[in-house]
């Protein structure tokens, strides 16, 4: 029913080949709440070693499209798979930064504390944490400028610091295939330069990074592949093909001024 009024076309069919090999493979991913369809028949194969935005207006699904294919929310359908495995399978491969509001700041543990968890897979939960972790958690924290805070409780750093110890714990857990939403949302330019630098080395190391990102300017500068939606997928794939201005204007409607769209996809297709 809710499909003929939303005139779905059917979902493209991943090939077994393509779907093994993808760092994530999504096949027609529905998700709602309380009824409501929110994302709505998303297809999307995520390339490896890819830095991927995922982009769309206020609303149109982009952490709902996060946390089902991290499979922290249920779906109405869909398949999703993470290095060909089911999501539950593949926990370990898998980084995740949240968005800021969803974190309880109270919680009492240090920025150090904080990293440490991202080790916690390697560890293993109910052993002991030894100063051998904690040496390698503080390393982490070095590599985003926030050593000298290790010490501190979360909830008494800024926002931008706050980024900087999720990113710190993103590090630590030494996935293949990361989430972010929007880890550049609140920050100051050093510390967004911090996270693109980050996020550059993780590419470099094979790596694939998933990352709502709402800045359309800097969309093209920092990623290399984008997922345009809009509760619906508006189109996927290298930033060049899908950062399109029929795509933008499809996906943002009359939101974006003519003029807006034609700098930005000037700037994806350099
Ligand atoms: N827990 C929830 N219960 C009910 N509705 C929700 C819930 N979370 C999100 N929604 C609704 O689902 C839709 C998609 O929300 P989502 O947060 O995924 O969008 P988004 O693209 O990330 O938005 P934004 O750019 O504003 O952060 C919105 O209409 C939102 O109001």
Known sequence: MIAKLLKLQPPKSLTSDEAKRAPLAIEGLSVAYHHKPVVWDLSFVAPEQGLVAVVGPNGAGKSTFIKAALGLIPKLSGEITVYGKPVDQQRKL??????????????????LDVVTMGLYGKIGWLRPVRKAHKQEALSYLEKVGMADFADRQIGQLSGGQQQRVFLARALAQDALLYFMDEPFVGVDAATERAIINILKRLKDQGKTVIC?????????????????????????????????????????GGRLAPSELSGLVSMASE
């Open 212 to 252: 709502v990102h709402h800045d359309l300017q800097s969309a093209p500068d920092y990623f290399d592949h984008a997922l345009i939606l809009n509760v619906r997928p508006v189109a996927s794939g290298p930033m060049a093909e899908a950062f399109t201005s029929e795509n933008l204007q499809r996906a943002y």
């Open 94 to 111: 898998i980084g995740y930064v949240p968005q800021r509001g969803s974190v309880d700041w109270d919680f009492p543990a240090s920025a």
